[in-house]
Protein backbone atom coordinates (compact mmCIF):
# COMPACT_ATOMS: atom_id res chain seq x y z
CA UNK A 1 0.00 0.00 0.00
CA UNK A 2 2.76 2.14 1.00
CA UNK A 3 4.00 1.43 -2.65
CA UNK A 4 1.31 2.54 -4.46
CA UNK A 5 0.99 5.75 -2.47
CA UNK A 6 4.51 6.94 -3.12
CA UNK A 7 4.05 5.58 -7.00
CA UNK A 8 1.11 7.96 -6.93
CA UNK A 9 3.01 11.14 -5.29
CA UNK A 10 5.46 10.79 -7.61
CA UNK A 11 3.22 10.44 -10.84
CA UNK A 12 1.77 13.71 -9.17
CA UNK A 13 4.45 15.06 -8.60
CA UNK A 14 5.58 14.62 -12.45
CA UNK A 15 2.17 15.41 -13.64
CA UNK A 16 2.27 18.82 -12.65
CA UNK A 17 5.53 19.25 -14.04
CA UNK A 18 3.58 18.78 -17.70
CA UNK A 19 0.18 20.31 -16.56
CA UNK A 20 -0.83 23.25 -15.01
CA UNK A 21 -3.22 22.66 -11.99
CA UNK A 22 -5.92 23.76 -13.82
CA UNK A 23 -5.90 21.27 -16.19
CA UNK A 24 -6.61 18.40 -13.84
CA UNK A 25 -9.13 17.37 -12.00
CA UNK A 26 -9.59 15.11 -9.10
CA UNK A 27 -12.68 13.03 -8.53
CA UNK A 28 -14.22 14.54 -11.41
CA UNK A 29 -17.83 13.22 -11.67
CA UNK A 30 -17.61 12.39 -15.51
CA UNK A 31 -21.56 13.27 -15.40
CA UNK A 32 -20.00 16.93 -16.13
CA UNK A 33 -17.98 15.51 -19.09
CA UNK A 34 -20.74 13.50 -21.10
CA UNK A 35 -23.61 14.37 -23.24
CA UNK A 36 -26.20 11.66 -21.61
CA UNK A 37 -24.96 13.78 -18.03
CA UNK A 38 -24.77 10.48 -16.05
CA UNK A 39 -21.31 9.02 -14.32
CA UNK A 40 -19.06 8.71 -11.81
CA UNK A 41 -15.96 10.14 -10.84
CA UNK A 42 -13.07 9.40 -12.08
CA UNK A 43 -9.60 9.07 -10.03
CA UNK A 44 -7.97 12.03 -12.30
CA UNK A 45 -9.64 14.02 -15.48
CA UNK A 46 -6.48 15.40 -17.73
CA UNK A 47 -7.44 18.10 -20.12
CA UNK A 48 -3.64 18.49 -22.13
CA UNK A 49 -3.07 20.08 -24.73
CA UNK A 50 -2.00 18.56 -28.24
CA UNK A 51 1.72 19.14 -27.43
CA UNK A 52 0.99 18.22 -23.59
CA UNK A 53 -0.55 14.75 -25.07
CA UNK A 54 2.76 12.62 -25.79
CA UNK A 55 3.58 13.22 -22.54
CA UNK A 56 0.70 12.46 -20.50
CA UNK A 57 0.27 9.42 -22.49
CA UNK A 58 3.85 8.32 -21.32
CA UNK A 59 4.05 9.43 -17.67
CA UNK A 60 0.52 7.33 -17.70
CA UNK A 61 2.51 4.11 -18.94
CA UNK A 62 5.46 4.63 -17.20
CA UNK A 63 3.39 4.56 -13.76
CA UNK A 64 1.19 2.00 -15.15
CA UNK A 65 -1.99 3.79 -14.32
CA UNK A 66 -5.04 2.84 -16.40
CA UNK A 67 -6.28 5.24 -18.93
CA UNK A 68 -9.37 5.93 -21.59
CA UNK A 69 -8.66 9.28 -24.08
CA UNK A 70 -12.34 11.16 -24.34
CA UNK A 71 -13.57 13.94 -26.75
CA UNK A 72 -16.76 15.61 -26.32
CA UNK A 73 -18.42 12.74 -24.27
CA UNK A 74 -21.35 12.67 -26.77
CA UNK A 75 -21.13 9.05 -27.75
CA UNK A 76 -20.42 7.94 -24.28
CA UNK A 77 -21.92 6.04 -21.17
CA UNK A 78 -20.30 6.13 -18.04
CA UNK A 79 -20.63 3.70 -15.13
CA UNK A 80 -22.03 5.40 -11.90
CA UNK A 81 -19.13 3.51 -9.95
CA UNK A 82 -17.21 6.16 -12.46
CA UNK A 83 -13.35 5.04 -13.13
CA UNK A 84 -10.16 4.67 -11.28
CA UNK A 85 -6.98 5.61 -13.21
CA UNK A 86 -7.37 8.60 -15.33
CA UNK A 87 -9.50 10.20 -18.43
CA UNK A 88 -7.80 12.13 -20.41
CA UNK A 89 -10.18 14.83 -22.10
CA UNK A 90 -9.33 16.03 -25.55
CA UNK A 91 -11.44 19.11 -25.22
CA UNK A 92 -10.81 22.97 -25.54
CA UNK A 93 -7.60 23.20 -24.64
CA UNK A 94 -6.46 20.76 -27.77
CA UNK A 95 -8.65 23.08 -29.90
CA UNK A 96 -7.61 24.77 -32.50
CA UNK A 97 -8.16 25.26 -36.58
CA UNK A 98 -5.94 26.34 -39.38
CA UNK A 99 -6.91 26.91 -43.13
CA UNK A 100 -4.68 26.88 -46.15
CA UNK A 101 -6.40 26.94 -49.40
CA UNK A 102 -9.10 25.04 -49.59
CA UNK A 103 -7.91 22.25 -46.76
CA UNK A 104 -9.20 22.62 -42.94
CA UNK A 105 -6.21 21.44 -40.38
CA UNK A 106 -7.90 20.89 -36.96
CA UNK A 107 -7.27 19.68 -33.62
CA UNK A 108 -8.90 16.63 -32.13
CA UNK A 109 -10.58 18.00 -28.96
CA UNK A 110 -12.20 21.00 -31.73
CA UNK A 111 -16.08 20.82 -31.71
CA UNK A 112 -17.00 19.52 -35.27
CA UNK A 113 -19.56 22.52 -34.84
CA UNK A 114 -16.78 24.66 -34.87
CA UNK A 115 -14.95 23.45 -37.60
CA UNK A 116 -18.09 23.30 -39.68
CA UNK A 117 -18.52 27.28 -38.74
CA UNK A 118 -14.81 27.67 -40.21
CA UNK A 119 -15.30 26.27 -42.85
CA UNK A 120 -17.87 28.40 -43.74
CA UNK A 121 -16.52 31.41 -43.00
CA UNK A 122 -13.50 30.43 -45.77
CA UNK A 123 -16.22 29.93 -48.11
CA UNK A 124 -15.92 25.90 -47.71
CA UNK A 125 -17.95 23.24 -48.87
CA UNK A 126 -18.51 19.63 -48.12
CA UNK A 127 -18.48 19.53 -44.35
CA UNK A 128 -22.22 20.94 -43.70
CA UNK A 129 -23.21 17.56 -43.14
CA UNK A 130 -21.07 17.63 -39.50
CA UNK A 131 -22.32 21.46 -38.05
CA UNK A 132 -24.98 19.64 -35.87
CA UNK A 133 -22.85 16.46 -34.58
CA UNK A 134 -22.21 17.06 -30.90
CA UNK A 135 -18.85 15.57 -30.93
CA UNK A 136 -15.21 16.54 -31.22
CA UNK A 137 -13.45 16.06 -34.31
CA UNK A 138 -10.63 13.39 -32.59
CA UNK A 139 -13.42 10.92 -32.02
CA UNK A 140 -15.59 12.03 -35.19
CA UNK A 141 -12.59 10.63 -37.74
CA UNK A 142 -12.07 7.20 -35.33
CA UNK A 143 -15.73 6.61 -35.57
CA UNK A 144 -16.24 7.98 -38.98
CA UNK A 145 -18.66 9.84 -38.08
CA UNK A 146 -21.83 11.07 -40.24
CA UNK A 147 -24.79 12.29 -40.84
CA UNK A 148 -27.53 13.36 -43.77
CA UNK A 149 -25.65 11.56 -46.18
CA UNK A 150 -22.00 12.53 -45.59
CA UNK A 151 -19.03 10.91 -43.86
CA UNK A 152 -15.68 11.97 -42.21
CA UNK A 153 -14.05 9.50 -45.23
CA UNK A 154 -15.60 12.09 -47.71
CA UNK A 155 -13.60 15.25 -46.62
CA UNK A 156 -10.66 13.14 -44.85
CA UNK A 157 -6.90 13.85 -46.57
CA UNK A 158 -4.97 12.91 -43.64
CA UNK A 159 -4.96 12.73 -39.86
CA UNK A 160 -1.45 13.09 -37.31
CA UNK A 161 -1.70 10.12 -34.97
CA UNK A 162 0.09 8.90 -32.11
CA UNK A 163 0.74 5.64 -32.16
CA UNK A 164 0.20 2.74 -29.32
CA UNK A 165 4.52 2.72 -29.04
CA UNK A 166 4.69 6.60 -28.66
CA UNK A 167 5.42 7.83 -32.08
CA UNK A 168 3.93 10.85 -33.95
CA UNK A 169 2.59 9.91 -37.53
CA UNK A 170 0.67 11.33 -40.47
CA UNK A 171 -1.61 8.51 -42.21
CA UNK A 172 -3.22 9.21 -45.66
CA UNK A 173 -7.25 8.32 -45.46
CA UNK A 174 -6.55 5.90 -47.68
CA UNK A 175 -5.02 3.57 -44.94
CA UNK A 176 -7.75 4.19 -42.62
CA UNK A 177 -10.21 1.40 -43.71
CA UNK A 178 -12.58 3.40 -43.28
CA UNK A 179 -15.81 2.63 -43.41
CA UNK A 180 -19.67 2.72 -41.56
CA UNK A 181 -18.48 4.00 -37.57
CA UNK A 182 -14.94 2.17 -38.17
CA UNK A 183 -11.65 2.85 -38.81
CA UNK A 184 -8.02 1.27 -38.17
CA UNK A 185 -7.33 3.29 -34.72
CA UNK A 186 -10.01 1.19 -33.07
CA UNK A 187 -8.28 -1.63 -33.48
CA UNK A 188 -4.21 -0.44 -33.03
CA UNK A 189 -5.59 2.31 -30.12
CA UNK A 190 -3.69 5.18 -32.33
CA UNK A 191 -4.89 8.48 -31.01
CA UNK A 192 -5.98 11.23 -33.61
CA UNK A 193 -3.57 15.04 -32.84
CA UNK A 194 -5.11 16.84 -35.71
CA UNK A 195 -7.06 15.96 -39.10
CA UNK A 196 -6.70 17.57 -42.77
CA UNK A 197 -10.10 18.25 -43.94
CA UNK A 198 -9.93 17.90 -48.07
CA UNK A 199 -12.92 20.32 -49.15
CA UNK A 200 -13.88 22.76 -51.81
CA UNK A 201 -14.68 26.26 -53.00
CA UNK A 202 -18.12 27.11 -52.26
CA UNK A 203 -20.76 29.91 -51.84
CA UNK A 204 -20.94 31.26 -48.19
CA UNK A 205 -24.45 32.09 -48.42
CA UNK A 206 -25.42 28.94 -49.78
CA UNK A 207 -23.48 27.15 -47.51
CA UNK A 208 -25.11 28.68 -44.31
CA UNK A 209 -28.69 27.82 -46.44
CA UNK A 210 -27.58 24.30 -46.55
CA UNK A 211 -26.32 24.03 -42.31
CA UNK A 212 -29.82 26.01 -41.12
CA UNK A 213 -31.59 23.55 -43.31
CA UNK A 214 -30.35 20.53 -41.69
CA UNK A 215 -30.34 22.67 -38.35
CA UNK A 216 -34.12 22.63 -38.85
CA UNK A 217 -34.42 18.77 -39.50
CA UNK A 218 -32.25 18.06 -36.62
CA UNK A 219 -34.64 20.29 -33.92
CA UNK A 220 -37.46 18.50 -35.85
CA UNK A 221 -36.69 15.27 -35.55
CA UNK A 222 -34.40 14.67 -32.77
CA UNK A 223 -35.26 14.36 -28.75
CA UNK A 224 -32.21 17.66 -28.75
CA UNK A 225 -33.77 19.62 -25.54
CA UNK A 226 -32.83 16.14 -23.42
CA UNK A 227 -29.67 14.94 -22.55
CA UNK A 228 -28.36 11.74 -25.11
CA UNK A 229 -25.65 10.02 -26.72
CA UNK A 230 -26.88 10.78 -29.99
CA UNK A 231 -28.15 7.36 -32.30
CA UNK A 232 -28.00 4.80 -29.44
CA UNK A 233 -28.00 2.01 -32.16
CA UNK A 234 -25.72 1.22 -35.05
CA UNK A 235 -28.48 0.89 -38.36
CA UNK A 236 -28.15 -2.68 -38.87
CA UNK A 237 -27.61 -3.94 -42.25
CA UNK A 238 -31.11 -3.38 -45.00
CA UNK A 239 -32.84 -1.56 -41.57
CA UNK A 240 -33.48 1.55 -39.59
CA UNK A 241 -32.81 1.03 -35.85
CA UNK A 242 -35.46 3.25 -35.16
CA UNK A 243 -38.30 1.80 -36.86
CA UNK A 244 -37.27 -1.46 -35.70
CA UNK A 245 -37.42 -0.11 -31.81
CA UNK A 246 -40.63 1.48 -32.96
CA UNK A 247 -42.45 -1.66 -33.98
CA UNK A 248 -40.89 -3.59 -31.33
CA UNK A 249 -43.89 -1.38 -29.62
CA UNK A 250 -41.01 0.71 -27.29
CA UNK A 251 -41.68 4.36 -28.26
CA UNK A 252 -41.63 6.17 -25.23
CA UNK A 253 -40.39 2.65 -23.42
CA UNK A 254 -38.89 3.61 -19.86
CA UNK A 255 -36.33 2.60 -17.24
CA UNK A 256 -36.76 5.38 -14.69
CA UNK A 257 -35.73 8.35 -16.18
CA UNK A 258 -33.94 6.74 -19.01
CA UNK A 259 -36.36 6.94 -21.71
CA UNK A 260 -36.80 5.84 -25.21
CA UNK A 261 -37.18 8.86 -27.13
CA UNK A 262 -41.21 9.34 -28.30
CA UNK A 263 -39.93 11.90 -30.67
CA UNK A 264 -36.77 9.89 -32.36
CA UNK A 265 -36.94 5.94 -31.22
CA UNK A 266 -33.60 5.45 -31.75
CA UNK A 267 -32.57 7.94 -29.22
CA UNK A 268 -32.56 6.74 -25.66
CA UNK A 269 -32.75 10.30 -23.56
CA UNK A 270 -32.11 10.94 -19.96
CA UNK A 271 -35.36 12.96 -18.66
CA UNK A 272 -33.43 14.41 -15.66
CA UNK A 273 -32.31 11.94 -13.43
CA UNK A 274 -31.82 8.66 -14.81
CA UNK A 275 -28.53 6.75 -13.79
CA UNK A 276 -26.55 4.56 -16.36
CA UNK A 277 -27.45 1.47 -15.19
CA UNK A 278 -31.08 2.79 -15.82
CA UNK A 279 -29.51 3.33 -19.73
CA UNK A 280 -27.73 0.06 -19.74
CA UNK A 281 -31.09 -1.88 -18.32
CA UNK A 282 -33.34 -0.06 -21.17
CA UNK A 283 -30.44 -0.85 -23.83
CA UNK A 284 -30.71 -4.51 -23.12
CA UNK A 285 -34.13 -4.68 -23.09
CA UNK A 286 -34.76 -2.84 -26.03
CA UNK A 287 -32.05 -5.08 -27.68
CA UNK A 288 -33.70 -8.26 -26.72
CA UNK A 289 -37.45 -7.11 -27.67
CA UNK A 290 -35.94 -5.83 -31.00
CA UNK A 291 -34.67 -9.35 -31.60
CA UNK A 292 -37.42 -11.27 -30.29
CA UNK A 293 -39.93 -8.99 -32.73
CA UNK A 294 -37.81 -8.68 -35.64
CA UNK A 295 -34.62 -11.01 -35.15
CA UNK A 296 -32.61 -8.14 -35.71
CA UNK A 297 -29.59 -7.86 -32.93
CA UNK A 298 -28.99 -3.93 -32.22
CA UNK A 299 -25.25 -3.33 -31.95
CA UNK A 300 -25.00 0.15 -29.93
CA UNK A 301 -23.06 3.16 -30.90
CA UNK A 302 -22.66 4.07 -27.53
CA UNK A 303 -19.79 3.51 -26.25
CA UNK A 304 -19.36 1.86 -22.27
CA UNK A 305 -16.78 2.74 -19.94
CA UNK A 306 -16.20 1.79 -16.38
CA UNK A 307 -18.52 -1.28 -16.81
CA UNK A 308 -17.26 -4.29 -15.20
CA UNK A 309 -17.44 -7.93 -17.13
CA UNK A 310 -21.28 -8.86 -16.89
CA UNK A 311 -22.07 -5.23 -16.55
CA UNK A 312 -21.74 -3.71 -19.80
CA UNK A 313 -23.81 -5.84 -23.14
Known amino acids: MKSMERDRQQFERALGAILPEEQILREEPLAR???????????????????????????????????????????????????????????KHASGIRVEGTVLFVQAGTL????????????????????????????????????????????LRSVRVLTADGRIIVREAEELDLSYRHSRMMEEQELVLEAALSLAPGDKTAIRARMEELKKKRIAKQPLEYPSAGSTFKR???????????????????????QVSEKHCGFVI?????????????????????????????EPEVRLLGFAPGEGL
Open 270 to 298: NRGAATAAQIMELIRRVRARVEETSGVLL
Open 236 to 258: PTGHFAGKLIEEAGLRGFRVGDA
Open 112 to 155: LSEAANAAARHNLTGFEFAAGIPGSVGGAVVMNAGAYGGEMKDI
Open 33 to 91: HTTFRVGGAAEYVLMPDIRQIPDVVALCKRYELPFTMIGNGSNLLVSDKGVRGAVIELG
